[in-house]
């Protein structure tokens, strides 16, 4: 019902910025929940940042100050805005949709912060 298709990631140098956009199609309801996940080489899935559909927003400790999370609703689009990248922010990042019971995810985008 929704296809979600995040881009953006590529490399960064420690301390620099880059923004994560995820474009989503399809029938998208008013009430959803929607965020980000990230997977590093060696660690389980860890959310980074998600929006609520009560309008509540939350983060990471690790990403808190740094990452934020934002739409431009005419384009259905969500992006996570991150700054003061670290090298362990190396991840491949998800963009998430949740609606209803149904929860639809991103392919992936790799974000490589080096120094």
């Known amino acids: 019902q929704v296809q979600l298709v995040d881009s953006g990631g590529g490399l960064v140098q420690p301390g620099g910025s880059l923004r994560l956009s995820c474009a989503a199609s399809?029938?998208?309801?008013?009430?959803?929940?929607m965020g980000w996940y990230r997977q590093a080489p060696g660690k389980q899935r860890e959310m980074v940042a998600m929006?609520?559909?009560?309008?509540?927003?939350s983060t990471e400790d690790s990403v808190k100050g740094r990452f934020t999370i934002s739409t431009d609703n005419a384009k259905n689009t969500m992006y996570l805005q991150m700054s003061s990248l670290k090298p362990e922010d190396t991840a491949v990042y998800y963009c998430?949709?949740?609606?209803?019971?149904?929860?639809?995810w991103g392919q992936g985008t790799q974000v490589t912060v080096s120094s």
């Open positions: 998430f949709l949740s609606q209803g019971s149904h929860v639809y």
């Open positions: 399809g029938s998208i309801f008013s009430i959803y929940s």
């Open positions: 929006r609520l559909s009560t309008g509540t927003t």
